[in-house]
């Protein structure tokens, strides 16, 4: 087995502030995902990595950076904060996509507050 | 439209019935349809998937029906019981991109 491991766990930053979150995985998984989920909506795709060297954004990439630093990290940024932004951004692998291979394994998530 | 919908937000079924959980969906090139667990305070887990070629999967206790000119697909859960209480989140999408819905909560009255 594997295991994705989001840092940090909680997240509380001011307005303005860059911030960043980092995820890494030991499943050896070709592509990893960052999503977003606020309170009562479904998760939303901030930015994906097929494989490594490669980076797409998701619908909800304005105000977001991403890295994918090596086949087992990929990290996101915040550009700047927002006041009263509050979310659990979660980061997952797959295999690929395809074939059978699109099973998301997730992370226990990364809580931001933003004061 | 992209948009991925589970109307009812929470469903309370007797322990031993069968909860039957739906998702409505927008985008008719969507060729990927999941659904997955979340338990509180725990991450989501896929449960079971099915590709735009077949209309229906079994695994145990649970099958997922896809209607494609309805743009619905279902999860049946039978012989539900108290472990099955937990928010079941349906995903559809095509190319390693996915929409959510907003979750059903279910919940297994003993």
């Known amino acids: 087995g594997g295991i994705i491991t989001q840092t940090p766990k909680f997240l509380i930053g001011q307005e303005g502030q860059k911030l960043t979150l980092k995820c890494q995985q030991n499943?050896?998984?070709?592509?990893m995902y960052w999503y977003r989920q606020d309170s009562g909506k479904g998760l939303r795709l901030i930015y994906y990595s097929i494989t490594e060297n490669d980076l797409q954004k998701g619908d909800l990439s304005e105000g977001y950076d991403a890295s994918r630093e090596k086949k087992s990290s990929f990290s996101l940024t915040v550009t700047s904060a927002q006041k009263n932004e509050m979310a659990v951004f979660l980061c997952a692998s797959s295999i690929r996509w395809g074939r059978g291979a699109e099973t998301l394994y997730f992370g226990s998530g990364t809580r931001l507050t933003v004061l | 439209g992209q948009q991925v919908k589970q109307s009812s937000p929470s469903l309370t079924v007797q322990e031993g019935g069968i909860s039957i959980l739906n998702c409505d969906y927008e985008n008719d090139m969507f060729d990927y349809f999941a659904w997955y667990k979340k338990y509180p305070d725990n991450s989501p887990t896929l449960l079971i998937s099915v590709r735009s070629n077949v209309d229906k999967r079994e695994d145990g206790r649970l099958t997922v029906f896809l209607n494609k000119s309805g743009k619905h697909f279902s999860l049946h859960i039978t012989a539900s019981q108290p472990e099955d209480t937990a928010v079941y989140l349906c995903a559809a999408g095509a190319n390693y991109q996915l929409i959510w819905g907003s979750g059903t909560k279910l919940i297994i009255k003993p």
């Open positions: 499943f050896n998984h070709d592509t």
